[in-house]
């Protein structure tokens, strides 16, 4: 191998490395929600219910009786869900 192949897949290991990294950083924030209700952003779509489970990379959400399975290393944003403010219909008088 020439150098520049080597220091190529060396920054390739490098990357690899970094990313178990960071997988394994959002794996323990993610066992501390372990229960509660969060919202999950994954490159475009989002998630919504109760984390019941991690199974190696994969994380189990539960909303409505329906598990949705999430890959961790795809999370790109985590939410705590809030209870919504129930408004009436129509206008409101602001005094």
Known sequence: MRYNQLSYYSGF???????????????????????????????GATVSGRIVRIDGDVLHVEKDGVICYVSIPRIVVIW????KKVQSPGFTNRS
């Open 80 to 83: 705590e869900q809030r209870e």
């Open 13 to 43: 290991a490098g990357q690899h490395n970094f990313i178990q990294g960071v997988t394994r950083s959002v794996k323990n924030f993610l066992e501390t929600q372990m229960g509660r209700e969060v919202d999950i952003t994954c490159e």
